[in-house]
């Protein structure tokens, strides 16, 4: 009986992620599996999503739509794809969404999309702190806020609306402030590769 092959770096980081993820939710009173991981594939090739998925992993995020057009078909229906990238009004219809807005118009925004949108479903949000990036409490204080403003004016439980927030760098502190998704790229994937970074655009 041969050997099992052995198992990608990419999958590897994977778990040692999906561990790290566990342990934060935990120290937030939640259970292990309350954040989810999008494995983001950002200009990697798809032998490196495809050991994920090998691994068991159906999360997956993408920031250029032509990655995530070109990528999406290559992996099983199965897998869940998250769209996180901004989006020029050019390439709306394949993939129809757009970019951010400032917290002060969230409320405004979830609104419009309950009363003026039938076909959508609002059902989270997906955030990124100040201008700076910084990842300290206080940024991710400020996200929860718009999660649970939202909430109130649409009527909507907490529980049962998505939060999207944290990174590489910080995806334990926002899990730990509250987050259900964490978008991580180079912890598992490896520093990014812009060979030729119009192409991607």
């Not at 050019?90 to 076909?119: F, M, Q, R, W, Y």
């Not at 700076?132 to 609306?161: H, R, W």
């Not at 944290?166 to 990014?192: H, K, Q």
Request: aromatic letters at 6%; hydrophobic letters at 40%; charged letters at 20%.
């Amino acid at each position: 009986m041969a050997a099992p092959a052995a198992e990608g770096a990419a999958a590897v980081a994977l778990r040692a992620v999906l561990a790290r993820a566990g342990r934060a939710a935990e120290r937030s009173g939640r259970a292990a599996e309350a954040a989810r991981v999008v494995a983001v594939g950002k200009t990697k090739p798809m032998s490196m999503l495809r050991q994920l998925y090998d691994a068991g992993h159906r999360c997956f995020g993408e920031n250029y739509v032509q990655e995530i057009i070109t990528k999406a078909p290559q992996l099983p229906e199965d897998v869940r794809w998250h769209f996180i990238g901004h989006l020029q009004s050019n390439k709306v219809k394949p993939l129809l969404t757009k970019s951010g807005i400032d917290p002060s118009k969230c409320v405004e925004l979830a609104k419009h999309v309950k009363l003026a949108c039938p076909h959508l479903i609002f059902s989270g949000l997906m955030t990124i702190g100040m201008k700076d990036y910084s990842s300290t409490p206080e940024n991710f204080k400020a996200l929860v806020g718009c999660k649970i403003e939202v909430c109130k004016a649409l009527g909507i439980p907490t529980e049962q609306f998505e939060l999207s927030m944290g990174m590489s760098g910080d995806f334990e502190l926002a899990i730990e402030m509250g987050s259900t998704n964490v978008r991580i790229g180079s912890t598992i994937f490896g520093p990014r590769e812009y060979p030729n970074k119009k192409q991607n655009q």
